[in-house]
């Protein structure tokens, strides 16, 4: 689904070449903030820490910490991106699966809480505790994938004691638990059942310490690009669900920091990667268009649903063909539009301000310019030169 906002700013805009990427930013404000309110009911201490690999654009992470979220990182880079953005490190939260010896010497410095993903790392921050440093460290638990299977991030039941028990022998304290379902559910079921699984190592853990106790229940939050033509539960659905679930644990409210890392649904359809008609053939007698950007820029579009639409309207259906110089750079087939085609006619691709951006590649052409909303009928802000690096 494309905003019309967005449909809109297209349309204003025409003066700007081609591709480009365009942003709503004060859809993605609201977005956080519409998170937060949800959340917030049912957990006085709660923190939204945005997911930097969904998109780190600074003008996206900026106008987070503005609003009041945190910072969730998977590497050094990540990390220092966020302190550059003025996070500070009580609010950046270290992920991922793999952290460098240097990387966690850097968090341990900043005093970031350092989510552990395995023993391997666990062994590090024991080894530097017992040489006077105080790493905050929580610990991120596997999901179940079915039966008797876990998932390869976090630590398994197993590694959890072996964690517990090196990190006890070097004082370290463990100040919460982390997960990511890696689902995009439309209801509270995946997260409310990896917490029924590990309730009691939830209970042990958080009654074995005192001061606040984190709980990360990870992103996956959906878009509107996660169930097309269907309608999103608003997000009481979740917190209620999670809250439910968690008063089975029986942390007292005080001190359960909860802490949630959308990604996804904070960006992800607030963004549209414009395009213009280049060149138009017919190709077994039906109408091809190519544009003049390549599916390199929104890499999802086969794996994910992003909307592919004419700006002017029409009833005449065309193949859209990226700028590629490979025969499957397909954009979408028999997508409506005007029968007076012209060249230079704008193609709008939805739910490209995820994932896509940062990993589109520079094949061809360099990275495209970004830009973002102002007011109705004025130019957009640029919030990144074309050429520029990903971020
Ligand atoms: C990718 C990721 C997220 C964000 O996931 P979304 O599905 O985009 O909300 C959050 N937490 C971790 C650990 C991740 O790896």
């Known amino acids: 689904m494309i905003s019309e906002r967005l449909r809109e700013g297209v349309r204003d805009a025409a003066g700007l070449s081609t591709p480009y990427y365009l942003f709503d930013l004060d859809a993605i404000g609201q977005t956080a903030e519409s998170m937060v309110q949800a959340w917030q009911k ?31 990182v998977v590497s050094g880079a990540e990390l220092s991106a966020a302190l550059a953005d003025g996070f500070t490190a009580d609010r950046i939260y270290f992920d991922g699966p793999v952290k460098q010896a240097g990387e966690l010497d850097v968090a341990i410095a900043e005093g970031c809480l ?11 921050l024991a080894e530097r505790a017992r040489h006077g440093a105080e790493p905050r ?8 994938r079915g039966r008797r299977r876990w998932s390869r991030f976090g630590l398994v039941p197993e590694e959890v004691a072996e964690a517990r028990a090196l990190l006890a022998d070097a004082r370290v304290p463990i100040r919460g638990i982390h997960f990511n379902t890696g689902l995009h559910p439309l209801d509270a079921g995946p997260y409310r059942s990896v917490l029924r699984h590990w309730r009691s190592t939830l209970r042990e853990l958080s009654h074995g310490s005192d001061g606040p106790f984190s709980v990360d229940i990870g992103g996956g939050f959906p878009a509107a690009s996660c169930a ?24 007292p409210p005080e001190r359960l920091h909860l802490i949630i890392e959308p990604g ?16 138009h053939k017919r190709r077994r007698r039906r109408d091809t268009i190519v544009l003049d950007a390549g599916t390199n820029l929104v890499r999802s579009i086969n794996a994910w649903h992003h909307p592919v639409e004419f700006l002017r309207p029409g009833g ?16 979408a087939e028999a997508v409506e539009g005007p029968a007076d085609l012209q060249v230079g006619d704008r193609v709008v691709v939805g739910a490209a301000g995820g994932y896509d951006i940062p990993s589109a590649n520079v094949w061809l052409r360099p990275h495209p310019a970004v830009h973002a909303l102002a007011e109705a009928g004025a130019t957009p802000v640029l919030m990144r030169e074309p050429g520029s690096e990903i971020r």
């Open 42 to 72: 049912h957990f006085p201490r709660f923190t939204l820490a945005y997911s930097y690999k969904t998109n780190a654009l600074p003008g996206v992470t900026t106008l987070l910490q503005k609003c009041g979220a945190a910072a969730e």
């Open 114 to 124: 350092i989510q552990a993903d395995s023993l391997t790392e666990i062994r590090v």
């Open 137 to 144: 460290v929580s610990l991120r638990l596997s999901v179940p």
């Open 228 to 251: 097309p033509g269907r309608a999103l539960p608003p997000w009481s659905v979740y917190a209620e669900g999670v809250a439910a679930e968690l008063a089975q644990v029986g942390l």
């Open 264 to 279: 996804r649904s904070i960006v992800e359809d607030h963004a549209v990667l414009v395009a213009s008609v280049a060149a």
């Open 316 to 331: 005449v259906r065309y193949d859209v063909y990226g700028a590629m110089c490979y025969e499957s750079d397909l954009f």
